[in-house]
């Protein structure tokens, strides 16, 4: 049973991380893809689904400025976002997003770290995207009016199971996704359309409604300025309302493009991905203004406050009220559906981009590269975070917007470099401006809703902590993708193999030249016993970038200074050496001994210098590396130490 339930959890580890199960998943070769308006639909029922609650907590935020606040957030969501994520469909074809492009910017450990800091922002936007939706979907849930009234005050227990659902989806098996996408969000969208509609027919029919709300708006601020300064000063709060680009560009893989693309130039894909990006932001803008005007002028202002009738479902609110109940649990069923899927999309995210960088960084176990177990583990954080905030829309509207806000923030800082690289000055000064703007929105937001870094804070400290943990744990692993030997390597090492036991000294070079190569060899045949006349190869290993876990090791021979080298780039020296050595014994049949000289300098700084430059003292650390990658002391290499 639990060998069963160790193989059903790994179930396909050894797939790539783009390749498992879910709709931001890589699709195989073969795969044909989709049509640009069906992914869309996809990435959509994230977007699209904000209608569920962003209306109300516009109300919430704004009060009867709601509309004009909407229009800042609309100008930043076409000005902005849509700018910025067009430029990273272009950087970054093959869904990478922006935290890749980031990622290119910095070398060696900050590069890493910047990564591990976004991925604590990205798992704050999507884990609060789960529990969010689900919350919002509970509220519309127990607020219908044929709901059984035992239902009321179970907020928190319908949010639970329903992440549970969504979690027990996941570990059945999550398959493509876009053809029920296409389906709830066409239902979705025309709902709304007839809601935005009845409303629209009300206004007419009262006409009074509208200079009733403009009186009472301009009795409240004394000018059009300043209604404009405090709609600027609240539009931070709505800033949700702009998610859904991150994972459009994730889902790039899954559109077909045009037969000539190749994964060089896939230049069909990015011209339909841009046309989505623009599709889904004008929809979606659209609807935001109409709904905005619709329940600022038709719905009370106290109804929207915490337990009044429209908070976090003001559009359902008017589909009961305006079409009757019949139609507004039609509606209710609607966006339940769709507000279940977002949490659906976000996970799906979360298991894509997990994958895609801590197992390469060697910052998370082999088993994260397995779909269950993650799943498992996101399950239990959005359950814990349903608990922290009772499943509360309104107070997990902050660390939403958060997450949201920060990528987009990266997004557009990587958009700003990637057009000073290209020299294109007007660009600049774009994105520039963008990124101000969003820096601004972030800190606003930060400043008034702090419980959003707390969370982020809490998945970055999570994910730096686990992270270096599992980097140190798994130091002493192979950590070679692949070992190719050049026509000269390969010769020398079969050439050492037939004159007797092959034997390869460990060498630092400092001076390259003749005399110290001999001096080397001199030393190591007294030291270690090394039988005069037989044959040795010189391993030289040089590392390229210590932050990098895993790597392809190309092994090039060449004879200079009289003796016969072989010459390797690595992360690390030890784990590289104990490759090389690794694929002589497959190649040849033979046990390779490896020679070596004691460092001086003390063991702990040693370490240290290993797990941080890839450096060290280098013979025990080969030794363990060896010993772990060969259980059996006949057939692991000989490590001699003088």
């Given at each position: 049973?639990r060998g069963?339930c160790?193989a059903w959890?790994l179930?396909?580890?050894s797939?790539?991380?783009a390749?498992?199960p879910?709709?931001?998943g890589t699709?195989?070769?073969?795969?044909r893809?989709?049509?640009?308006?069906?992914?869309m639909?996809?990435?959509g029922v994230d977007?699209?689904?904000?209608l569920?609650?962003?209306?109300?907590?516009?109300a919430?935020?704004?009060?009867?400025l709601s509309?004009l606040a909407?229009l800042g957030l609309l100008?930043?969501?076409?000005?902005?976002?849509?700018?910025?994520?067009?430029?990273v469909?272009?950087e970054s074809?093959h869904g990478?997003g922006?935290?890749?492009?980031?990622e290119r910017l910095l070398?060696?450990?900050?590069?890493?770290?910047l990564?591990?800091v976004l991925?604590?922002?990205?798992?704050?936007?999507?884990?609060i995207?789960i529990t969010?939706s689900?919350a919002?979907?509970?509220a519309?849930?127990?607020e219908n009016?044929?709901?059984p009234?035992?239902?009321?005050?179970?907020?928190?227990?319908?949010t639970l199971?329903?992440?549970?659902?969504?979690?027990?989806?996941f570990?059945?098996?999550?398959?493509?996704a876009?053809?029920?996408?296409v389906?709830l969000?066409?239902?979705?969208?025309?709902?709304?359309?007839v809601?935005?509609a009845a409303?629209?027919w009300q206004?007419?029919?009262?006409?009074?409604?509208?200079?009733d709300?403009w009186?009472?708006?301009t009795?409240?601020?004394?000018s059009p300025?300043a209604?404009?300064?405090?709609?600027?000063?609240?539009f931070?709060?709505l800033?949700?309302?702009?998610?859904?680009?991150?994972?459009g560009?994730?889902?790039m893989?899954?559109i077909k493009g045009?037969?000539?693309?190749?994964?060089e130039?896939?230049?069909g894909r990015?011209?339909d991905?841009?046309?989505?990006l623009t599709?889904?932001?004008?929809?979606?803008?659209?609807?935001?203004?109409?709904?905005?005007?619709?329940?600022?002028l038709l719905i009370?202002?106290?109804?929207?406050?915490?337990g009044?009738p429209?908070n976090?479902r003001?559009?359902?609110?008017?589909a009961?009220r305006?079409?009757g109940?019949?139609?507004g649990t039609v509606?209710?069923v609607?966006t339940i559906?769709i507000?279940?899927?977002a949490?659906?999309?976000?996970l799906?995210?979360?298991l894509n981009l997990?994958?895609?960088?801590?197992?390469r960084?060697?910052m998370?176990?082999e088993?994260?590269r397995?779909?269950?177990p993650?799943?498992l583990?996101f399950?239990?954080?959005?359950?814990?975070?349903?608990f922290?905030?009772d499943?509360?829309?309104?107070?997990q509207s902050g660390?939403y917007?958060?997450g949201v806000l920060?990528?987009?923030?990266s997004?557009a800082?990587?958009?700003t470099?990637?057009?000073h690289?290209?020299?294109r000055?007007?660009a600049?000064?774009?994105?520039?401006a963008i990124?101000?703007?969003?820096?601004?929105t972030?800190v606003?937001n930060?400043?008034e809703r702090?419980d959003?870094?707390?969370i982020?804070?809490l998945?970055?400290?999570?994910i730096?902590?686990?992270s270096?943990?599992s980097?140190?744990?798994?130091a002493?692993?192979?950590?070679?993708?692949d070992?190719?030997?050049?026509?000269?390597?390969?010769r020398?090492?079969?050439e050492a193999?037939?004159?007797?036991p092959?034997r390869?000294v460990?060498?630092e070079p400092?001076?390259?030249?003749?005399?110290e190569?001999?001096m080397?060899?001199y030393?190591?045949?007294?030291e270690?016993h090394i039988p005069a006349g037989?044959p040795?190869?010189f391993?030289?290993?040089?590392?390229?970038?210590?932050?990098?876990?895993?790597?392809d090791?190309?092994?090039?021979?060449?004879?200079?200074?009289g003796v016969?080298?072989?010459r390797?780039e690595g992360a690390?020296?030890?784990?590289?050496?104990a490759?090389?050595?690794?694929?002589?014994?497959d190649r040849?049949?033979?046990?390779p001994?490896?020679?070596?000289t004691?460092?001086e300098g003390?063991p702990?700084?040693?370490?240290l210098r290993?797990l941080?430059f890839?450096?060290?003292e280098?013979?025990?650390?080969t030794?363990e590396?060896?010993?772990?990658?060969e259980?059996d002391p006949?057939r692991r290499p000989?490590?001699?130490?003088g």
């Open positions: 049973m069963r160790r959890l179930d396909g580890l797939e790539t991380s390749r498992h879910g709709p931001h699709p195989p070769a073969e795969h893809g989709h049509r640009w308006w069906r992914v639909c996809l990435t977007y699209f689904s904000t569920g609650y962003q209306p109300g907590i516009a919430l935020a704004a009060g009867l509309p909407t100008a930043l969501t076409l000005l902005g976002a849509l700018p910025v994520y067009r430029r469909a272009r074809p990478e922006s935290i890749a492009m980031l070398p060696w450990w900050s590069g890493k770290i990564v591990l991925l604590g922002f990205a798992a704050t936007d999507f884990i995207t969010l689900a919002d979907a509970s519309h849930v127990v009016p044929y709901a009234v035992w239902l009321s005050g179970t907020n928190l227990w319908i199971g329903l992440i549970g659902l969504l979690g027990a989806v570990l059945k098996g999550f398959r493509e876009i053809g029920v996408a389906a969000v066409a239902v979705y969208l025309s709902l709304n359309v809601v935005l409303a629209a206004v007419l029919r009262h006409p009074v409604v509208v200079p709300w009186d009472a708006m009795a409240q601020h004394s300025w209604m404009i300064g405090v709609a600027l000063l609240v931070p709060k800033a949700l309302g702009m998610s859904g680009f991150e994972t560009v994730a889902v893989p899954q045009d037969p000539t693309d190749t994964p130039r896939p230049e990015i011209r991905t841009r046309r989505l599709t889904a932001a004008l929809i979606m803008s659209c609807f935001l203004l109409l709904s905005s005007l619709a329940t600022t009370p202002q106290e109804d929207f406050k915490a009044g429209a976090g003001a559009l359902a609110y008017l009961h305006f079409l109940e019949q139609f509606y209710d609607s559906c507000l279940w899927f949490g659906a999309s976000a799906a995210g979360l997990v994958p895609r960088f801590l197992p960084y060697g998370a176990p088993w994260t397995a779909v269950r993650l799943v583990l399950t239990a954080i959005a359950t814990g975070i349903t922290y905030f499943a509360n829309v309104d107070k660390a917007a958060t920060v990528l987009m923030l997004a800082f990587a958009s470099v990637a057009m690289r290209k020299g000055p007007p600049v000064a774009g994105f520039a990124t101000v703007v969003f820096a601004y972030l606003a930060v400043i702090p959003g870094i707390k982020a804070s998945f970055i400290v999570s730096l902590v686990t270096f943990a980097r140190v744990h798994r002493f692993e192979l950590r070679a993708a070992v190719v030997f050049d026509d000269a390597a390969a020398f090492v079969d193999v037939a004159a007797g092959l390869i460990a060498n400092s001076e390259h030249s003749t005399a190569y001999r080397k060899e030393s190591q045949r007294q270690t037989g040795v190869l391993l030289e290993v040089f590392v390229r970038d210590s932050s990098d876990f895993t790597a090791l190309t092994v090039r021979g060449d004879e200079r200074y016969r080298r072989l390797v690390t020296v030890p784990n590289t050496i490759a090389v050595l690794m694929s002589i014994r040849t049949g033979a046990v001994h490896a020679y070596f004691w460092t003390h702990l700084s040693h370490l290993f941080i890839g450096e060290g280098t013979a025990p650390v030794r590396v060896l010993r772990r990658a259980p006949e000989r490590v001699h130490v």
